[in-house]
């Protein structure tokens, strides 16, 4: 079964509107979850490290005011999308990691901003 | 930037062939690890393998890994219609902060 569960699995906005997208950690609790964003036929790129109970870390080059990241249960961690923009449309993925060192994903969630 | 590059970008091959892929990394790993990626899914992790291992088994894929070069490959042998999905292969680095660069990744499609 999964081991996390992402939602919504895709997402059609209006540009300027925010989209809220949840990660959970369904068999463990989990302190840390990771962001990442993938474009077309391109890699993964991590975005954000979402930390339970204080202020998400972010990669250079990504913004804080327009990601912003919450994880205010060991299970539950989201990102919310502000003000969105045709540039936003990718595929985002959260991951949780596991002993010893490897991740579990999420199924992933597709944004459209029209 | 990448840590991982992956070489082919993409490969064709039919059913009960061999494939191949491999990873170049350019700094000091704790581990190097492989994951697939069916199209417009989540990854799922395959196999990894520690900086002080060479090779991995895990039923049909086998990894090796040489630290001396920076690289790995990552071998799925009689492939099946079913394998036909990405591979990334990604890198656990000190320098990185002990997160994990994922690499390019390659596509790879089985002809049944």
């Known amino acids: 079964g999964a081991v996390v569960s992402q939602h919504p699995s895709w997402v059609i906005c209006k540009s300027g509107t925010s989209v809220k997208i949840e990660c959970r950690s369904l068999d463990f609790q989990a302190t840390t979850m990771f962001w990442y964003r993938q474009f077309p036929k391109q890699s993964l790129m991590l975005m954000a490290t979402?930390?339970?109970?204080?202020?998400?870390?972010?990669e250079q080059g990504v913004e804080k005011d327009k990601f912003l990241i919450n994880h205010a249960s060991l299970t539950l961690s989201t990102l919310t999308v502000t003000s969105a923009h045709p540039e936003d449309s990718s595929f985002y993925i959260c991951?949780?990691?596991?002993?010893?060192?490897?991740?579990?994903f999420g199924e992933g969630s597709r944004l459209t901003v029209l | 930037s990448q840590q991982g590059e992956e070489d082919p970008q993409a490969l064709s091959i039919q059913e009960g062939e061999n494939a191949t892929m491999n990873c170049s990394y350019k700094t000091s790993i704790n581990n190097l690890q492989w994951y697939r990626q069916n199209s417009g899914r989540g990854l799922v992790h395959l196999i990894l393998i520690r900086s002080n291992e060479r090779e991995k088994h895990s039923g049909r894929l086998r990894v090796t890994l040489d630290t001396s070069k920076k690289s790995s490959s990552l071998l799925i042998t009689a492939s099946r219609a079913a394998d036909t999905a990405s591979y990334f292969c990604a890198t656990d680095a000190r320098a990185a902060g002990n997160k994990l660069t994922f690499g390019g990744g390659t596509r790879v499609l089985v002809k049944p």
């Open positions: 979402s930390n339970e109970g204080s202020k998400a870390t972010y």
């Open positions: 991951s949780v990691p596991s002993l010893p060192g490897e991740l579990f």
